[in-house]
């Protein structure tokens, strides 16, 4: 079986008879469509884990104050 190329050289490639741009395009926006989508979930993450040290960091200081008010009034 032999290989039968469409394209005679690289610019014929690149072209893709008058389609290069169209095709190269959506190549390019399906491209940067996958990373957005790998990289989402992960910037997610780090936002929602600081939020979490936020929160846990508010709630250990609001019980050193309670605990201080309690042995205050004791």
């Keep these: 079986m032999e290989l039968v190329f469409q394209f ?3 610019s014929d490639f690149l072209t893709m008879s008058g389609h290069g741009p169209y095709v190269w395009a959506c190549y390019i926006i399906g491209a940067l469509c996958l ?3 790998a990289v989402s979930p992960l910037r997610s993450r780090k936002v ?7 929160l846990q960091r508010i709630e250990a200081h ?3 104050q309670r605990e201080q008010m309690a042995a205050s009034t004791n």
């Design 8 to 10: 005679e050289n690289l």
């Design 35 to 37: 990373i957005y989508l």
């Design 48 to 54: 929602l884990l600081r939020e979490i040290r936020r």
């Design 62 to 64: 609001e019980k050193k």
